[in-house]
């Protein structure tokens, strides 16, 4: 029996993208059995750890400004405070960041963060800093614990890691890596492990997360290769009550997993599928191998699957040699196919990308105009997509206590967030709700009519 370790405070501040919201649970997870506990500040901690993102300038700016506050901190607490920075930064400036900022004490990668507890045993034997940024997504995954600490009724899986891609403006295949999927056996026990701690949504993700492929479980005694819609079909058996995946690349949109978006009454009627820009030639500039044409054709499949299903997307605006022209067909896009919600950024030169080096970069106040144009119009179609929920009746989701006493807060299968008054009994549960009001952000509910779905969960 192993003596139980006083409690450390853990902080972990994450950045960026959902697969490190995934990551820093599994962090946590990795160093409860330590005796690190999560705190609610950088003060009140032992451990801050920093997981970074990369992929525009001005994210990375911000850890080194973070960094500037906790070397304070760490000043203040004597120097007992650890700092660790892990994530997309930590892979691609780990020794910019150990010669920058001395107060850091460990660097982990994205790949790398099961050896957290072995780092920290050899901080407090050695002085100096560690760095570990090896790409060993296997050797991760087999190493992480099982078990894993829920909060919520919503909990994010890691199907898969890196990105094959290589889209030219695009740090992901340098940070994570290449592509690697997790084996479908291996899925499935953690699926089955959220379960077992009552989670009611579960989200797939991964940075290309439907080039997920693997050899069918052993079990299913059927074998060959399985894509993500039969890894969905599956998991949907479990029981979970919504299932979602993201982010997806417009190439790996197979018929299974359209076929799946027609079968599967819990995947959820909201796909977010990034498409960057509507002009061909940009579009092709940037590797993302695919034409606007394609992508509205499978916009039209998935709608003809599932017809109630909405869409989201990311855009980039100010890609190299983007003219008015090419611009304009952004906006013709964004107009054809109708969007419930889209992310659009100004583009960012990240240093190694194809891209940064190429002729004809877009000046700064013509990217500030474009996105400007571009925001307006999503946020029309934000405002009207939300409008037309107003006196519908959906299934929502309700995962926290909102600002004041009694307000809950929830999503829609549309990903709108729901706020319902005098509602906290609905806490953790799916209940249909008539919606009664709609902003760009955000649905009003009416709890007078709600009827609770799952009522076991409150049991
Ligand atoms: N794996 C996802 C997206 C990862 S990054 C996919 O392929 O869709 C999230 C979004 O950030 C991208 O969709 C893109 O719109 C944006 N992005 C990535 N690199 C960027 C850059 N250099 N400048 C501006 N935006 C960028
Ligand atoms: Fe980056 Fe393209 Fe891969 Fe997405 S698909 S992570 S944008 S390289
Ligand atoms: Fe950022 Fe890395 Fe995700 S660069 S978007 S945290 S994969």
Redesign the pocket.
Known sequence: MSVPKPPKGLFIKTYG?QANVYDSERMRDVLAPLGYAPVDSAEAADLVVLNTCH??EKATEKVFSELGRLKEMKQLSGGAMRIAVAGCVAQAEGQEIMRRQPAVDMVVGPQSYHRLPEMIARLSRQTGDILEVDFAAEEKFDALPKSRQVSGPSAFLAVQEG?D?F?T????PYTRGAEFSRSADAIMAEAHELASKGVREIVLVG??VNAWHGAAPALEGRGGDWRLGNLIRHIARIGFERIRYM???PRDMSDDLIDAHRDVEALSPFLHL?V?AGSDRILKAMNRQHTAADYLRIVERVRDARPDIAFAS???VGFPGESDKDFEDTLGLVKAVGFAQA?S??????PG?P?AGMQLQVEEAVKDERLARLQALINEQSQAFNTATVGRRLPVLFSRAGKHAGQVLGYSPYMQSVHVENGAHLSGLVAQVEIVGASMTSLTGRQERISVVNQEASA
């Open positions: 993208c992929i525009r990105c891609k889209c403006f695009c740090v992901v940075q290309n982010t997806s690349h990034p960057q990311d855009f980039i992310y950024f100004k583009y960012s030169p990240r990308t891209a």
